[in-house]
Antibody
Framework: QVQLVQSGAEVKKPGASVKVSCKAS????????ISWVRQAPGQGLEWMGW????????NYAQKLQGRVTMTTDTSTSTAYMELRSLRSDDTAVYYC??????????????????WGQGTLVTVSS | QSVLTQPPSVSAAPGQKVTISCSGS????????VSWYQQLPGTAPKLLIY???KRPSGIPDRFSGSKSGTSATLGITGLQTGDEADYYC????????????FGGGTKLTVL
């Protein structure tokens, strides 16, 4: 069965960096993209970006450009999300999800069919 | 402020039907496929509907999705107390700042 298992909770100081891992199993890792979504306490879902596990191409949310880097290690079927220059408003649960997208004549197909359990990142001085 | 607009809350009695709307624009819902997610308290979101109206394996047919123009709707029939959750719509936005977008979420209360 498809599983995405994320690394554990992190506590960071403002200005620091965090790197969250997401280990995939139960499917061919390079056949799907991995997307990252975060959720601040009591708030809704926020899309952060996605990476093609096939060729490493990335697409990041404009508001995070320059602070976020998504990578994959195909030898271990693991995806990583690094966020730098952390601020208090980066405090959130960070989710990885299996999902990439493709165009057809009717539009762009983009959805997340399997999710990791989430990683709480707390940014506090 | 979310790119997609959902009502903050809806409610209905057990056994009844409820619909949740999701409004967008031509750069997102109008020209791309919509998905819906259910998030039970303290858990990760779960895919309910993809490609506007398709259900993944294991999702009961009590859940349905539709799209018309720049709006989409999630329908739930035969409401159960276990359906009480937050529901999110999502799609791709093809504007200059292209990327995934979500609605702000709708809290479903089963009275």
């Amino acid at each position: 069965q498809v599983q995405l298992v994320q690394s554990g909770a992190e506590v960071k100081k403002p200005g620091a960096s965090v790197k969250v891992s997401c280990k995939a199993s139960g499917y061919t890792f390079t056949s799907y993209g991995i997307s990252w979504v975060r959720q601040a306490p009591g708030q809704g879902l926020e899309w952060m970006g996605w990476i093609s596990a096939y060729n490493g191409n990335t697409n990041y949310a404009q508001k995070l450009q320059g602070r976020v880097t998504m990578t994959t290690d195909t030898s271990t079927s693991t995806a990583y999300m690094e966020l730098r220059s952390l601020r208090s408003d980066d405090t959130a649960v960070y989710y990885c999800a299996r999902g990439g997208g493709f165009y057809d004549s009717s539009g762009f197909h983009y959805y997340f069919d399997y999710w990791g359990q989430g990683t709480l990142v707390t940014v506090s001085s | 402020q979310s790119v997609l607009t959902q009502p903050p809350s809806v409610s209905a009695a057990p056994g009844q039907k409820v619909t949740i709307s999701c409004s967008g624009s031509s750069s997102n819902i109008g020209n791309n496929y919509v998905s819906w997610y259910q998030q039970l308290p303290g858990t990760a979101p779960k895919l309910l509907i993809y490609d506007n109206n398709k259900r993944p394996s294991g999702i009961p047919d009590r859940f349905s999705g539709s799209k018309s123009g720049t709006s989409a709707t999630l329908g739930i029939t035969g409401l159960q107390t276990g359906d009480e959750a937050d529901y999110y719509c999502g799609t791709w936005d093809s504007s200059l700042s292209a990327g995934g977008v979500f609605g702000g979420g709708t809290k479903l209360t089963v009275l």
